[in-house]
């Protein structure tokens, strides 16, 4: 098992090599992973920049002291993979940004796509961006990742298309025998640049949304002969395109 990974707003040790991790992270460390002196710890800002540590001492509930090697600051990888994700119904939104998170993802949209049956509204809709955002932090150190994947405001379907037009190889995952599709697994990919895919919600990407993001430069794919739930498609292809590109050889 590697080391925990612990999130500091800025990763740097004073004068003595040590860093002292309280408030709700030094609780965790303390009171609930129970650490001890002597082990391994590794703090991280989330955006790539981190050091391993060891305990030098666990101090009351919420308090770790951690000696400090050298910081590091892992690069972004390339190809850079963004998921645009239609809003599913309950929390099968937190389900999907978890295992994307986990799997490799470096950015994702939620998207208010015309047939979602959830709409993000007011104060409701906040809410749901920011359990999604926490979601991202805790999967990104369950999976002991050292920068977190960005989680973007809600976007429209003309913020996806416009994203889609930037994008260096640009995908939309529908499966639909009257409309032509090709699987994803044949795909002429990119070896760097940006590779975005939008997964449509349960009702299916609409034909108006087809055009839009066809019209952006995004072709229609396919992951197999099963139709996929809106919270499992995103993580299925992210790691189809993780072992395609080479990110997990």
């Given at each position: 098992?590697?080391?925990?990974?612990?999130?500091?707003?800025?990763?740097?040790?004073?004068?003595?090599?040590?860093?002292?991790?309280?408030?709700?992270?030094?609780?965790?460390?303390?009171?609930?992973?129970?650490?001890?002196?002597?082990?391994?710890?590794?703090?991280?800002?989330?955006?790539?920049?981190?050091?391993?540590?060891?305990?030098?001492?666990?101090?009351?509930?919420?308090?770790?002291?951690?000696?400090?090697?050298?910081?590091?600051?892992?690069?972004?990888?390339?190809?850079?993979?963004?998921?645009?994700?239609?809003?599913?119904?309950?929390?099968?939104?937190?389900?999907?940004?978890?295992?994307?998170?986990?799997?490799?993802?470096?950015?994702?949209?939620?998207?208010?796509?015309?047939?979602?049956?959830?709409?993000?509204?007011?104060?409701?809709?906040?809410?749901?961006?920011?359990?999604?955002?926490?979601?991202?932090?805790?999967?990104?150190?369950?999976?002991?990742?050292?920068?977190?994947?960005?989680?973007?405001?809600?976007?429209?379907?003309?913020?996806?298309?416009?994203?889609?037009?930037?994008?260096?190889?640009?995908?939309?995952?529908?499966?639909?025998?009257?409309?032509?599709?090709?699987?994803?697994?044949?795909?002429?990919?990119?070896?760097?640049?940006?590779?975005?895919?939008?997964?449509?919600?349960?009702?299916?990407v609409s034909p108006e949304e087809l055009e839009l993001f066809g019209q952006?430069?995004?072709?229609?794919?396919?992951?197999?002969?099963?139709?996929?739930?809106?919270?499992?498609?995103?993580?299925?292809?992210?790691?189809?395109?993780?072992?395609?590109?080479?990110?997990?050889?």
């Open positions: 098992m590697t080391a925990p990974v612990f999130v500091v707003e800025h990763v740097r040790a004073d004068s003595g090599g040590q860093y002292v991790l309280d408030g709700p992270e030094g609780r965790h460390a303390v009171s609930v992973k129970r650490l001890r002196p002597g082990e391994a710890v590794v703090l991280t800002d989330g955006a790539g920049r981190w050091a391993e540590g060891e305990v030098v001492a666990a101090e009351g509930k919420d308090r770790l002291v951690v000696r400090m090697s050298e910081v590091s600051e892992e690069p972004e990888a390339q190809p850079r993979i963004t998921v645009v994700q239609a809003l599913p119904k309950g929390d099968r939104g937190e389900l999907a940004v978890e295992t994307m998170t986990e799997t490799g993802v470096d950015a994702i949209v939620p998207w208010a796509a015309a047939r979602c049956i959830t709409q993000w509204r007011g104060e409701r809709g906040l809410k749901a961006l920011a359990k999604w955002r926490a979601t991202a932090r805790e999967a990104g150190k369950q999976s002991r990742r050292v920068r977190f994947p960005e989680v973007a405001d809600a976007a429209t379907s003309r913020q996806v298309a416009a994203l889609l037009a930037k994008a260096d190889f640009a995908a939309v995952l529908h499966e639909d025998r009257e409309y032509g599709s090709v699987p994803l697994a044949t795909a002429e990919l990119p070896s760097s640049g940006e590779i975005v895919l939008v997964v449509g919600p349960e009702g299916g952006a430069g995004a072709g229609a794919y396919r992951l197999g002969p099963t139709v996929l739930r809106t919270s499992t498609a995103g993580t299925a292809a992210t790691a189809l395109l993780l072992g395609r590109t080479g990110r997990w050889s």
